[in-house]
């Protein structure tokens, strides 16, 4: 290990982050290696039985397709908490089962981020060796701050979840044991 | 080598924290920026890069001709899932404990 310690610029550098946003509003990437295959990973992310078991759980109806309409309707919880609806809205750009997704996405359900508009949504995926698959999420948000900083979890408390970084663990969990990480009991 | 170790071995060095903390604060930048904020030769700041990238931790994207380097959490969520967690879980539950038993006591 190399013993190189950051110059000065560390100590400016440290005192600014905490300050500073955590959110490019530009392009976020996130990646995730699965014990999986290819096709495992892309039927969790594009087909409805599947969307409701990881992350927020949406019921999400793609219709793949260049063109093809995409929505995530309320799930139960989100029903009995009194929310309706689409949530997140989109269509499909590029279909290339089991490698590539590519599609605009936008959050529909906040008047706020509806206003900003569709974002811009690639999925990758890849095999790799030992049956480990790699998913990559990159997410153009160019112009569309709101949308930045919901993805990138800000706006979750500490632990609360939120964002890819946690969708991605739990969908790395939910391929990997079979099941979603559990809330702890209150 | 494990995910795990990778990442650990990765974190454990200042300058890689340091440039992690770079991307943190603005992500998706060239090796020159991050070079620009650090007194260590392009070759140096390129192993850095190099270890991060084999942890995940950083990942690199071709946009046209330049090079951009990205901040990924997500190692460090699974990182947080499965050695973090699984020390603090104890201490939640039993102030959970403690809170059921004091409203009972209280009833």
Known sequence: MTSTTPTAHAATGASNTSSASSTSDTTQIYRVFIRATPQAIWDAITQPDWTRRFGYGLRDEIELRPGGNFRGHVNDEMIAMGMSGVVVDGEMIEVDPPRRLVMTWRMAIDPRMAAEGFTRLTYEISEGRGGVSRLSVIHDLSGRPAHAAMVAGDQQGPGAGGGWTWILSDLKSLLENGSAMVAPPQ | ?107
């Open chain 2, 1 to 107: 080598m494990r995910d795990d170790d990778r990442v650990f071995k990765a974190l454990a060095d200042p300058t890689r924290r340091f440039l992690l903390d770079r991307l943190f604060t603005r992500d998706g930048r060239t090796l020159t920026e991050l070079e620009s904020e650090l007194e260590m030769t392009r070759f140096g700041v390129m192993k850095h890069l190099r270890v991060l990238e084999e942890a995940n931790l950083v990942v690199a994207r071709k946009v046209g001709r330049v090079k951009l380097h990205y901040l990924n959490p997500v190692p460090i969520r699974l990182v947080h899932d499965r050695w973090i967690d699984k020390f603090t879980e104890r201490r939640v539950s039993a102030l959970t404990a403690l809170k059921r038993q004091l409203e009972e006591d209280s009833a």
